[in-house]
């Protein structure tokens, strides 16, 4: 979707040293007959996290389709979303992974509530560069309450994001910085601390040559 933009964000995202998901071009054929071009987007499971360098650790959301009449979009839906861990059956049998379900949870629950400072549950450095990533982009959809994807690091103990579908880029005069008045997202909900965004990160990463070849 619009030609090489998820490429590029997935490629932005893993030079930036975060969760980045195998994306791959793909040629069809049905009944003998070529179809067109296809794109694959890699999805949550074990599987990215691994190729990723990570420890195995809980995937979530916060669902804001279990919402009912609330606006899903609305500040207030990111302090309300449900919890939603993927391959919970999965997490169920293993002891370890149940243990850190029920500690990601319970840090989420009390950042959401004030009881935690946004700083002790989200790693800021990364969702720093997420943000910058997301804003170079143009493509404000991944900062989205219903797009936001979450990794628990085991051994930090802290929350990275995990990118997804950069697809919808939109003009910054339109949108406004996803990391302007301590929003994390257009959509996601004020959180209160501007630890996430971490603005300083923005020129240090920027600087790195190899944009230049992007876009020289």
Known sequence: RNYMNEVYFHEFLR?????ARRYEFVFIYLNGQLQPLYAVEENDGP???AANGRPPGIQFHLNPE???DMQPNLPFGWYF????????????????????????????????????????????GKWGRFLAIAELMGGHHPTSLN????????????IEPTGYDNSLIEALSKTGLAGASRVLGVHA?????PAPCRKEEWPR???????????G
């Open 15 to 19: 030079r930036a040293g975060l969760v």
């Open 189 to 193: 909900g004020d959180m209160k601390d």
């Open 47 to 49: 599987e990215l996290i």
């Open 147 to 158: 797009n936001l994807r979450y990794y628990s690091n085991p051994q930090s103990g802290l």
């Open 81 to 124: 979303a449900p919890f939603e861990a993927y391959n919970q059956s999965d997490i169920a049998k293993d002891p370890v992974m149940a243990g850190e379900l029920e500690r990601t949870r319970g840090a989420v629950d009390r950042m959401r509530s004030g009881a935690a400072h946004p700083s002790e549950v989200l790693d800021a």
């Open 66 to 68: 279990a919402l009912d």
């Open 205 to 215: 990463w920027l600087e790195n040559p190899w944009l230049d070849v992007l876009f």
